[in-house]
C-alpha cells in the first residue's frame, strides 16, 4: 500500500524515476480497487475514482519510462490500437537503467 501512496504524494510529478516495483504494485492496487468497486455495483464511485487517478496514473508510468531510459512522451504509442499497448508494457517492464538523464538509478539508491 506505502506504492499506491507514495505515488499518490507525487501526484503530478513528472520528474524522476520510478522502480519496476512501485510502478506495478500501483497498477495492481489500482486494478483490485476497481475490480471491487465494481463488484459492489458502485459504477459511479468507480468513474470518480478512475478520474481522480488519472494523473498519477499517467505520472507514474512517465517516471518509469524515465527509469528505462525513455521519455515519458513514449505512452502516446497507446493510440496506435494493439501494437502500442503491446510496445509499452515492454517498455514498462524492462529492467532500470544506470543512471540517464533522468536521475541515478533508484536500484542504487535503495542499497545506499
Not at 506505502?2 to 504524494?9: N, P, Q, S, T, V
Not at 524515476?17 to 512501485?22: G, I, Q, Y
Not at 459504477?43 to 494523473?55: E, N, Q, R, T
Amino acid at each position: 500500500m506505502e506504492y499506491f501512496i507514495g505515488a499518490l504524494k507525487k501526484y503530478a510529478d513528472f520528474t524522476g524515476r520510478a522502480r519496476r516495483k512501485e510502478y506495478w504494485m500501483f497498477v495492481l492496487i489500482y486494478t483490485v480497487i476497481n475490480i471491487v468497486l465494481a463488484v459492489l455495483g458502485l459504477d459511479i464511485i468507480s468513474i470518480i475514482f478512475g478520474l481522480a487517478l488519472f494523473v498519477p496514473s499517467i505520472s507514474i508510468a512517465a517516471r518509469r519510462l524515465h527509469d528505462t531510459g525513455r521519455s515519458g512522451w513514449w505512452q502516446l504509442i497507446l493510440l496506435i490500437p494493439l501494437i502500442g499497448f503491446i510496445i509499452l508494457i515492454v517498455f514498462l517492464a524492462q529492467d532500470s537503467h544506470d543512471a540517464n538523464d533522468y536521475g541515478v538509478n533508484p536500484k542504487s539508491d535503495a542499497f545506499a
